[in-house]
């Protein structure tokens, strides 16, 4: 019996060492998960702020408002178009209309800039 005196204590410790590594693990994964949920979010509010500034420019086409050129869309007095309901994420929609072709078609180009922050 005397033997047996110190295997309580190197359960212990197995068990809670065993214990810590499950925890480290759960959290880095739950934390990795939150990293990539952000930045889908991010990714897709950038797409629906292009959608945004695409129907912004269709718009003003259609109704003669807008001629050859480029114009951007942002939260503020410096753009040519001021949007406040823009979300945090995207600093500015850049849209950029090109002269109508033969065919009277127009080119619409639409890009965002967008922040990304862990």
């Known amino acids: 019996m005397r033997n047996n005196k110190g295997v309580a204590l190197y359960l212990v410790l197995s068990v809670l060492i065993v214990t810590v590594l499950v925890a480290n693990l759960f959290l880095s994964l739950v934390l990795?998960?939150?990293?990539?949920?952000?930045?889908?979010?991010?990714?897709?509010?950038?797409?629906?702020?292009?959608?945004?500034?695409?129907?912004?420019a269709i718009e003003m086409l259609s109704r003669n408002e807008w001629t050859t050129g480029s114009y951007t869309i942002c939260k503020g007095t410096t753009c040519s178009k001021n949007e406040p309901d823009l979300p945090s994420s995207v600093r500015f929609v850049n849209v950029s209309v090109s002269a109508p072709d033969a065919s009277g078609l127009r080119a619409v180009n639409v890009t965002v800039d967008y922040l990304y922050q862990e």
């Open 32 to 56: 990795s998960q939150g990293r990539l949920t952000h930045h889908k979010v991010s990714r897709t509010q950038a797409y629906y702020a292009a959608r945004l500034g695409m129907n912004y």
